[in-house]
């Protein structure tokens, strides 16, 4: 399993991006999958992906998916995740990139872990330009990251603590 990769994705929110960037270049064995909205984010934050390879929301049947039937990942990581994300999930949706890779990993018996953006009634978010803000989500979206935490195959954290212990517990 030491040739094994991970497969983080990110979706569109800024949320502690820095800080699961951060981790993720600590990491061997990383390929990067970018929802549509993850690739103008990363450009408005100013960072840079190169690490592994990267795998964008361009095709209609997410062609990369294939890959976790070849046994590829261990493991995937989605990190920072938006309550978009987190909701599809929940209902079953896999029309992106992102909700594509963790439906096919649950279904491939991969762990997938969560970080959600949206985990407490109110919280501090870094903004592009190094803008801090308040956040207040909402009751749907708390209610979906609590909803997702009891999913199989799937570790929800909600700090960036929580997210390295999270994957040193996996292996990594």
Not at 1 to 10: P, Q, V
Request: with cysteine; net charge neutral.
């Amino acid at each position: 399993m030491a040739d094994k990769r991970i497969a983080w994705g990110i979706t569109g929110s800024g949320h502690y991006l820095r800080e699961c960037m951060e981790v993720m270049h600590g990491l061997n064995n990383v390929d990067l999958f970018l929802s549509k909205a993850a690739a103008e984010i990363l450009q408005q934050y100013g960072y840079q992906h190169q690490i592994g390879k990267v795998y964008q929301d361009k095709t209609a049947s997410s062609v990369p998916v294939e890959l976790f039937y070849k046994g590829v990942y261990d493991r995937v990581v989605i990190a920072p995740c938006t309550s978009n994300t987190v909701a599809k999930m929940v209902c079953g949706i896999s029309d992106t990139l992102i909700t594509n890779i963790y439906a096919q990993a649950g279904k491939c018996r991969v762990p997938s872990i969560v970080f959600a953006c949206d985990t407490a009634t109110e919280l501090e978010s870094e903004a592009p330009k190094q803008k801090w803000v308040n956040v207040y989500p909402r009751k749907i979206d708390l209610d979906n990251v609590a909803k997702l935490s009891n999913f199989e195959e799937t570790t929800v954290v909600d700090s960036i603590p929580a997210l390295a212990q999270a994957i040193r517990g996996l292996g990594a």
